[in-house]
């Protein structure tokens, strides 16, 4: 590609980022459409994530995505939020305008595009979801799904007070939508016996706990759909021990894809073909 002092910069910040697919993504969308813009894959701490959007607004930048573990921290960097970023504490998405940092949330939208198809035999007021984690990505997917209209979205964490503060934000505004519980054997089993969805919002599965599994085996049933917000690796211990029982699974290959494809619509005002995108994912890199 050819790149000039006009070429705009977009970026993906994490901790770790190595595994992320967003560049091949974006880059090949930038030059599908022909927009003049390059986007790279940043690692930072914490500690220096302020010091690193200040120094985005120096550039000729566009805007970001953001990974964990910034989803949360990246607000008080950002000068303003959307609306339903606002509400759900969470953003993975900063659009660069005006001099002024706004932050997005899309995790919802890509989460409930990617399952769409999967779930549709399914009505929709009889549908209970649960979620493992209590991270910026389960906030945007559990309050998504009880504004599509699910029957109830179970949220499962080792701290069940962060469960139950999310649980509780979420029923201010959809009455009786949510229900928190602890990752207490009892209580999985119970919460996994009422779901038709079973899905990891939780890092277990990456990188070192890569053979590990945030569900016990003997929990899962064959009936179930077992998603794994994970997509590197594209088949975590989780999947593996799903497909061994016969349950259907998926992991966030394609909530990373229609994500990323609203994320592009906000910076260029282009929503690109899904299907292109999701060739671009799929590509091995030479």
């Not at 007070?161 to 089993?189: C, D, T, V, Y």
């Not at 038709?196 to 890569?210: L, Y």
């Not at 021990?241 to 998926?250: S, Y």
């Amino acid at each position: 590609m050819k790149i000039s002092v006009d070429t705009k910069i977009y970026a993906v910040i994490g901790d770790p980022i190595a595994q992320s697919l967003s560049p091949q993504l974006h880059n090949g969308l930038f030059k599908e459409t022909g927009v003049d813009a390059l986007y790279l894959p940043i690692a930072v701490k914490s500690e220096d994530l302020k010091k690193l959007v200040d120094g985005l607004r120096l550039m000729n930048f566009g805007g970001l995505n953001v990974t964990k573990p910034h989803k949360i921290d990246i607000i008080e960097a950002l000068d303003y939020l959307d609306p339903l970023a606002e509400k759900i504490g969470a953003v993975n998405t900063v659009v660069y305008c005006d001099k002024k940092m706004v932050g997005y949330n899309t995790d919802g939208f890509g989460f409930i595009k990617s399952i769409e198809k999967r779930v549709s035999k399914i009505p929709k007021e009889t549908l209970t979801i649960l979620i493992l984690g209590c991270g910026g990505a389960v906030k945007s997917v559990a309050m998504a799904l009880a504004d599509w209209g699910i029957k109830k979205v179970i949220i499962a964490n080792r701290t069940e007070e962060k469960a139950k503060e999310l649980a509780n934000l979420i029923n201010e505004s959809w009455p009786g939508k949510a229900q928190a519980i602890s990752m207490a054997p009892e209580a999985l089993k119970e919460a996994v016996d009422e779901a038709m969805v079973v899905v990891n919002g939780t890092s277990v599965g990456m990188a070192e706990s890569a053979q590990q599994s945030p569900l016990p085996k003997e929990l899962l049933r064959k009936e179930l759909l077992v998603y794994d917000m994970i997509y590197s690796p594209p088949v975590t211990q989780l999947l593996k021990e799903a497909k061994e029982i016969g349950a259907e699974t998926q992991n966030g290959l394609d909530m990373l894809l229609y994500q990323g494809l609203l994320a592009f619509e906000l910076w260029t005002g282009i929503f690109p073909d899904p299907v292109f995108g999701k060739k671009l994912l799929l590509k091995k890199n030479d």
